[in-house]
């Protein structure tokens, strides 16, 4: 019976807090701030990557051809016989002539009424998709062949005019990735302080717990309990506001309409890969608050 009661009271004195509430007051709500900056910084690398990815992927197998010549009757005399070309040509797997009067309206807002007058030289667009693999192989077969129509033929594949885009897109993720980084430094540099902060407050409870036989560890847990309760607390109010406000902004992106934008979305491996970040946050408080505390115990003895 004794040895029951010796068992519950050593679990008791486990799962036991420190004697005050919270180990420092804003703790939390710095976390809680930390965690939302964290969260949203993730979220904006992952729905970059994302969006590089999905970018890479559309635009690696299209190309569109160009055909340049400058009086009317004759580029339209050539765009037709290099549709039928592309048509019968290996690797091609779709071909659209692009429509002038469609044309003619994009260019309106910068060249005004003059864009559709047929006055100006525009070019004739014919968009091609490749089937997969080898963009470039075939892109490359693509101007032999066309070459030999006519020179005033030019083959552009999307992914060049696109490259210093993705290349812009791939350095904010990267931006992103370290933001993260550093917000989790400054996370665990502000328990540090709590840590240290509540272990100079609590000295005389050390003391009176090391005269009744407490150990060095069995210390440490006391404040790492209290800590981790302050940790998830700021944690899950942070993810729940960033998570929010990413919604809200996903909706907005969506509404513009623009692909490019809409590129920018989140993945539910993205989303699982925000969910773990509270729990990260939570076990690095942990650590670090075990690590600061076991230090400072070790330099009074």
Avoid: C, Y
């Avoid at 904006?44 to 009086?71: F, K, N, P, Y």
């Avoid at 071909?95 to 807002?109: E, H, I």
Wanted: charged share 15%.
């Amino acid at each position: 019976m004794s040895g029951r009661m010796d068992r519950r009271a050593a679990a008791a004195a486990r799962h036991r807090l420190l004697p005050e509430g919270r180990v420092a007051g804003p703790m939390p709500w710095i976390i809680a701030i930390m965690m939302f900056l964290t969260v949203l910084a993730a979220a904006a690398g992952l729905g970059l990557g994302a969006a590089v990815r999905s970018m890479s992927a559309d635009l690696a197998g299209r190309a569109t051809v160009q055909i340049v010549e400058a009086d009317g009757p004759a580029r339209e005399r050539l765009s037709a016989r290099v549709a039928q070309a592309l048509r019968g040509a290996d690797g091609v797997a779709g071909v659209k002539p692009v429509d002038p009067a469609a044309l003619s309206d994009q260019l309106r807002p910068w060249l005004g009424e003059d864009a559709s007058s047929g006055d100006l030289p525009i070019p004739a667009l014919i968009d091609v998709t490749l089937t997969a693999g080898e963009a470039d192989a075939k892109v490359n077969r693509l101007r032999r062949l066309l070459s030999g129509l006519s020179p005033k033929i030019r083959v552009e594949p999307h992914a060049a005019f696109l490259l210093p885009l993705a290349g812009l897109l791939s350095a904010l993720g990267w931006l992103a990735v370290g933001i993260v980084l550093l917000m989790a430094l400054a996370t665990g540099a502000v328990v540090v302080l709590a840590a240290r902060g509540a272990h100079d407050s609590h000295r005389g409870t050390i003391e009176v717990l090391h005269l009744m036989g407490a150990t060095d560890v069995q210390i440490a847990r006391l404040f790492q309990r209290r800590i981790a309760l302050d940790a998830m607390l700021g944690s899950l109010l942070g993810f729940v506001i960033a998570a929010g406000v990413i919604l809200l902004l996903g909706a907005r992106l969506i509404a513009t309409g623009s692909e490019l934008l809409g590129a920018v979305h989140l993945p539910w491996s993205s989303w699982a890969v925000l969910a773990a970040l509270p729990v990260g946050g939570v076990l690095l408080a942990m650590l670090a608050a075990r690590w600061t505390v076991l230090r400072s115990l070790g330099r009074l003895l």
